[in-house]
């Protein structure tokens, strides 16, 4: 069975984000176990510096790094990284478990991003969009695309 672990910085403070990726999760419990690791934000001042937002944004790539399980296929959701279709990234998620990939990572950043240092370290880089999402909310979208994806996987309805 495959194991999704959303490794991401900050907590979910808003219920309703909280109850939608509850939802997701306990769907996802059909065909993967899932994950949530919630690494430490930084704080920064009001009006931060270019090089304080840069500072906090090392420090939190390393909390990432440090929480990478050992072996896992690590992708990380940057803007910089490739779309694809919701029928894609099925497609991409049962390669991987062909491939023998039985612990794939999702890496989120803070609000500021993601450090340079965790993009290179990833094996895939996605993108879900050239729009710029809150890093809560892009925890609602990736539970309810890998449930949509595992969903297509399976010969399962949901996807139209």
Excluded at 95 to 115: K, P, Q
Aim: charged share 25%.
């Amino acid at each position: 069975m495959l194991t999704f672990t959303i490794l991401t910085i900050g907590t979910i403070k808003e219920k309703y984000l909280s109850d939608a990726i509850a939802e997701y999760t306990k769907r996802l419990g059909a065909y993967a176990r899932v994950k949530i690791v919630e690494c430490k934000e930084e704080h920064l001042p009001d009006n931060p510096s270019a090089a304080e937002i840069r500072a906090a944004i090392a420090r939190e790539g390393e909390r990432l790094l440090e929480n990478l399980p050992k072996r896992a296929y690590v992708c990380a959701l940057c803007i910089e990284g490739k779309e694809c279709t919701s029928p894609a990234f099925a497609e991409k998620l049962d390669t991987l478990a062909t491939e023998g990939y039985s612990d794939i990572v999702f890496i989120i950043g803070g609000s500021d991003g993601l450090s340079d240092t965790v993009k290179q370290r990833a094996d895939w880089r996605l993108s879900f969009s050239p729009m710029t999402f809150p890093h809560q909310l892009m925890r609602v979208i990736l539970t309810e695309q890998l449930y949509r994806a595992m969903n297509i996987r399976y010969g399962g309805k949901y996807h139209k």
